[in-house]
């Protein structure tokens, strides 16, 4: 190994005591190879058993806890318990050169375009007529909100049935908990919303009952992890700030959070809104204060970024890089750094990916993270 880059070869210890071998993992990253009924595809297995080396946690693209939660079809599901057998055999997959694998927990709330597909509802913390979506979504009832907790409970179950190290509650993206956090999407007046402490109450519920279950069924080593987007700013329309983040990400460790994933695109990113005149991750380290390891995803594209990232946290998780390049982490570990892919040129059909991905990156104003040296 080049010395240069020893650093992110150092261990690292998560909250409940399980010791890290290295400062990568890799970001959950929905890969659309699922079958149409969510039972985990082949492309699903092809994919990670060529990533199963790519970070000392391997996250599972997003996973939906409820039906009426599905982002879109041909992502993984965990909403019922056939589902198990498939996952248990990912999780043997991933796990296979000794690194953790973890399952995304999601619901997708508004942007539940699956569940709007199957049954023509999707489900939010208010009834908002967002004017990104085609459809105005069905605000929860408290009921409804208690189920969906209860199926994060559920969902935690089925991931230590299939044997899986963990899981990673998804916050981030505009999804269902992060809906509930901004002030943009939750007008609601009940335990759920209304004020800055309520808007809080469903991801820490969720939380929770995450950690709850792991516990009751497989003990402190079950590593629960939790995703979030750091901040919410699009213009005028201001969902929070990263100094109303740092509020929440207080109560998530306080609420025994194994670690801490930062969702970002670029983990440079200065604050569009607030902050302290530093980089938002910088902010969010500093809160963290090594109480938990941190996680940052954002636009870590070579061995160079992920040294630089680790200014502002532990470990350095990488999403286009290993998907371009499976190799990335084990070559810099054999001081192969030269031959490091950086660009999919020539290579895009070869690397494992469903069609379904492939066509959704070839698709004109695709909302994925573009990919150098793909031929749109
Ligand atoms: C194809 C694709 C699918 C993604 N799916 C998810 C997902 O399921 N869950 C999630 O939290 N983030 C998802 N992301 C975001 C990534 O985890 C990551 O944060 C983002 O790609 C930025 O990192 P990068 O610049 O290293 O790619 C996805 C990104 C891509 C490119």
Redesign the pocket.
């Known amino acids: 190994m080049n010395k240069k880059y020893e650093q992110l070869f150092k261990p690292i210890t998560l909250g409940n005591g399980v010791v890290l071998d290295n400062r990568f993992a890799m ?5 659309f190879a699922s079958n149409e009924d969510g039972t985990v595809g082949e492309d699903d297995y092809e994919y990670f058993k060529l990533r199963n080396d790519t970070g000392s946690l391997i996250i599972t ?2 996973a939906a806890v409820s039906e009426e939660g599905l982002g879109m079809i041909h992502q993984l599901t965990v909403y019922d318990d056939e589902k198990v057998p498939g996952l248990a055999k990912l999780a043997d997959i991933i796990k296979a050169k000794g690194n953790k694998a973890v399952l ?1 927990l999601h619901n997708a709330g508004r942007e539940a375009l699956g569940a709007y597909q199957k049954y023509g509802k999707a489900f939010a913390p208010s009834k908002i007529n967002f004017p990104f979506l085609d459809y105005v979504p069905e605000e929860l009832s408290h009921d409804q909100i208690l189920s969906i907790i209860d199926d994060y409970g559920q969902a935690t179950r089925r991931a230590i049935e299939a044997g899986s190290d963990g899981v990673e509650i ?1 916050g ?2 505009h999804y269902l908990l992060q809906q509930f956090f901004s002030a943009y999407s939750n007008t609601r007046n009940d335990d759920w919303g209304g004020s800055f402490e309520k808007r809080m109450s469903f991801p820490l519920a969720v939380l929770k009952k995450v950690k709850e279950v792991a516990f009751e069924k497989a003990g402190k080593d079950f590593i629960v992890g939790y ?1 979030i987007s750091p901040e919410e700013v699009h213009g005028e329309n201001i969902g929070y700030t990263v100094d109303d983040s740092v509020k929440l990400i207080d109560k998530i460790i306080d609420g025994g959070a194994d670690y801490l994933h930062v ?1 970002s ?1 670029d983990y440079k990113a200065m604050p569009s809104a607030g902050g302290k005149g530093e980089p938002i991750a910088q902010t969010v380290y500093n809160c963290i204060n090594g109480r938990v390891p941190m996680l940052l ?5 070579t061995p160079d970024d992920a040294l630089n990232a680790l200014r502002y946290t532990d470990i350095a998780a ?4 290993v998907i371009i390049d499976p190799g990335f982490v084990s070559k810099l570990r054999s001081g192969r750094e030269d031959e490091i892919d950086f660009s999919v040129a020539g290579r895009f059909d070869k690397m494992g990916l469903s069609r379904v ?1 492939i066509d959704f990156w070839k698709m004109e104003n695709t909302p ?2 573009t990919l150098k040296g793909l031929n749109y």
């Open positions: 970001a959950p990253m929905l890969i693209g997003a995304q998804h981030a993206n995703r969702s695109l995803a954002g636009s870590i594209l990488l999403g286009r890089a991905l994925l993270p």
